[in-house]
């Protein structure tokens, strides 16, 4: 029903910069939020940045300061900018969706892209 596409990952020396994209398409009847989580080997996956439709946006605290999400309501993508890369950012990096793909949907659903690794290194 709802179809997300990444792109933007990739390798980057520490202190670099890295934009991710996620495009939101299908049967979108109203798009609620949209975030990045990520989840490096052996450890959980966790939030980096989430935004609703009315732009308030929730970070976690080690990437505050660092890393920008936007979204682009029109599209149906939003965009996370990474700038101050550390080691500890590498990770596979998904986008997620909360979607109402009806009218008359029970409850929004959450959709998740095919996530991108995000490596950091020297």
């Known amino acids: 029903q709802v179809q997300l596409v990444e792109s933007g990952g990739g390798l980057v020396q520490p202190g670099g910069s890295l934009r991710l994209s996620c495009a939101a398409s299908?049967?979108?009847?109203?798009?609620?939020?949209m975030g990045w989580y990520r989840q490096a080997p052996g450890k959980q996956r966790e939030l980096v940045a989430r935004?609703?439709?009315?732009?308030?946006?929730n970070y976690d605290d080690s990437v505050k300061g660092r890393f920008t999400i936007t979204l682009d309501n029109a599209k149906s993508t939003v965009y996370l900018q990474m700038n101050g890369l550390k080691p500890e950012d590498t990770a596979i990096y998904y986008c997620?969706?909360?979607?109402?793909?009806?009218?008359?949907?029970?409850?929004?659903?959450?959709?998740w892209g095919q996530g991108t690794q995000v490596t950091v290194s020297s």
């Open positions: 997620n969706a909360l979607v109402s793909v009806s009218p008359v949907a029970l409850r929004p659903g959450n959709y």
């Open positions: 299908g049967s979108i009847f109203r798009l609620n939020a």
């Open positions: 935004i609703t439709s009315g732009g308030s946006t």
